[in-house]
């Protein structure tokens, strides 16, 4: 791998995306200037990994490995961010009960493939809107992420990102810290739908009315 090649390529794609190098380093918390080093000493793969994740190109688009840049948007830019804020605790995830809304979300109508084989499901405000992961299992039990974008609530859902193998490192981050309240979650969930079932499926019943007994009659039971 050329490091020339490398920072030569990561000017390229700040000018596209028309941000500065020291924009750039700041988002990544690396130090200032340290990217125009990278021409003499290469960095580690990690550093290279985050800033490949950071515009939504390949490692080896980013190297100079293949032909051109692909013409993708902000995705990548905006999952790196949304991961790196969400680590920082700058940006607050709390688990989403599709059988109880919370009061900011009670007046929309989920999609259907938000329950559909659910196996959990997050959510995080910003501005009017929030952004929604979802969490489901394939009939062969294959784990699908989904990450769906709600611009305010007079808006429709769109699913910004279906690949599973890029929402992973964010998902990984919330399922421990959400496994608890999510199972309890579940099984109240369960519990409620258990009772509603049986209460609409059972039968009237006559109550039994024992007649009084004068104060000689002697008793039978």
Known sequence: ???????????????KNKISISKLEADLFLSSGLISRWSKNMPSLDKIADIADY???SIDEL???????????NTGRFLHLLYQQSTYAETIWEVLNPQSLPKELSDITLPKNFTDNLYGCYYTGYQNGFFILTASHTSDSVLKLALYVL??????????????????????FLEPRFRVQLNTMKTNNMISSYIQENISAEPAREDKITPM???GEASNY
């Open 63 to 73: 190297a100079g490995r293949s032909g051109s840049f692909s013409n993708g948007n």
């Open 55 to 57: 515009f939504g190109v």
């Open 151 to 172: 611009p305010d609530i007079y808006s429709c859902f769109d699913c910004v990102c279906a690949d599973t193998g890029r929402l992973t490192r964010l998902y990984e």
């Open 1 to 15: 791998m050329d490091g020339s090649i490398l920072t030569e390529n990561i000017r390229r794609l700040c000018k």
């Open 213 to 215: 007994r004068g104060a």
